[in-house]
């Protein structure tokens, strides 16, 4: 499966953003998927993660209440909604794919993931 993230951008701290990731292939539904940024100069963190079939989901404690991943299989899409953005929130956004037949959500390491798409830049203003 090929992945596409997009939807990113300047935002005022306290705005929206919701980012798209767009993925290639049929099967797409089998997939958990996960969102994951990068700030300049630290390591990419897990931000949140969805099951194949959305009924589950997980989130970092820093988003948890602010950021909703959600998912259209019909349209092979998984969205982040970003809320009450913070300027600490401002990093390179990437989405992740693995087979997912388990259910779960709970997929926070990097390695967990074998599908990755570009990233999209989100900046938040202060």
């Known amino acids: 499966v090929q992945l596409q993230a997009f939807g990113g951008g300047l935002v005022q701290a306290g705005g929206s953003l919701r980012l798209s990731c767009a993925a290639s292939?049929?099967?797409?539904?089998?997939?958990?998927v996960g969102w994951f940024r990068q700030a300049p100069g630290k390591e990419r963190e897990f931000v949140a993660a969805i099951n194949w079939y959305g009924s589950n989901t997980y989130y970092v404690d820093t988003v948890k209440g602010r950021f909703t991943v959600s998912r259209d299989n019909a349209k092979n899409t998984v969205y982040l909604q970003m809320n009450t953005l913070k300027p600490e929130d401002t990093a390179v956004y990437y989405c992740?794919?693995?087979?997912?037949?388990?259910?779960?959500?709970?997929?926070?390491?990097?390695?967990?993931?074998?599908?990755w798409g570009q990233g999209t830049q989100v900046t938040v203003s202060s």
């Open positions: 992740a794919a693995r087979l997912g037949y388990s259910g779960s959500a709970y997929y926070p390491e990097k390695d967990e993931y074998d599908h």
């Open positions: 292939g049929r099967s797409f539904r089998s997939y958990a």
